[in-house]
């Protein structure tokens, strides 16, 4: 099984909704920062897989859900708590940005 979900917009309420906590990475292949991030974000699908969905939206390929959470800015990280938004980080930071704010939810 794959740590980290890619994520398409048709599954992504259902899956957001089944799980306890959620971090979507919003990024696109062309994306330097994005890539960089890509790496920290399998690491962490990993370390969290039983307690949290570490999933990925290709926002050019999910324009809609992109528009949906109002990212302008890529690489931007939402965090959901029952499909519902409670934090974010936009731009690539270090792997204990979004393990504090993982670690706190849940």
């Known amino acids: ?61 999910e324009p809609d859900l992109a528009r949906r959470f109002g990212v302008m800015n890529i690489p931007t990280v939402v965090f959901l708590k029952q499909g519902r938004e409670f934090d974010r980080k936009v731009g690539a930071f270090p792997p204990a940005a979004y393990t504090e704010v993982l670690d706190k939810a849940l």
Do not use: I, S
Not at 38 to 46: A, K, N, R
């Open 1 to 61: 099984m794959m740590a980290v979900k890619h994520v398409k917009t048709a599954e992504f309420d259902a899956l957001t909704e089944a799980a306890p906590l959620a971090m979507v990475d919003f990024w696109a292949p062309w994306c330097g920062p994005c890539r960089m991030l890509g790496p920290v974000m399998e690491d962490l699908g990993t370390q969290y897989e039983d307690k949290a969905l570490v999933a990925k939206v290709n926002v050019d390929e």
